[in-house]
């Protein structure tokens, strides 16, 4: 059975660092797209990194904006691991985050399987 398990989440002032990590089981996570979102009260969910299959058409690492410069998305194929480094933490990054994937090689569309997130809040 497919599972997604998230951790590394807590609380930290603004400017800190956190890394979070996303354990999968019952596939070879570094077979298709897999990607951070992260979701705030009251707000959508957030697609915030991605790592494609298809290096030639996105480059291979796809992140919003907003965190563009500040997180970095990684894998490690033998651990069955991806992960999300989070540097110069704002407020504004507080929300409960994902890790995701799907059957595709592409950061585009929608996810398929999720985990149960874990919260990050950036508070002085």
């Known amino acids: 059975q497919l599972q997604l398990v998230e951790s590394g989440g807590g609380s930290v002032q603004p400017g800190g660092s956190l890394r979070l990590s996303c354990a999968a089981s019952?596939?070879?996570?570094?077979?298709?797209?897999v990607g951070w979102f992260r979701q705030a009260p009251g707000k959508d969910r957030e697609d915030i990194a991605c790592v494609s299959k298809m290096k030639t058409i996105d480059g291979g690492t796809i992140y919003a904006d907003s965190v563009k410069g500040r997180f970095t998305i990684s894998t490690d194929n033998d651990k069955n691991m991806v992960y999300l480094e989070m540097n110069s933490l704002k407020p504004e990054d507080t929300a409960v985050y994902y890790c995701?994937?799907?059957?595709?090689?592409?950061?585009?569309?929608?996810?398929?399987?999720w985990g149960q997130g874990t919260q990050v809040t950036v508070s002085s």
């Open positions: 019952g596939f070879t996570l570094g077979r298709y797209a």
């Open positions: 995701g994937t799907k059957a595709s090689y592409y950061c585009s569309g929608a996810f398929d399987y």
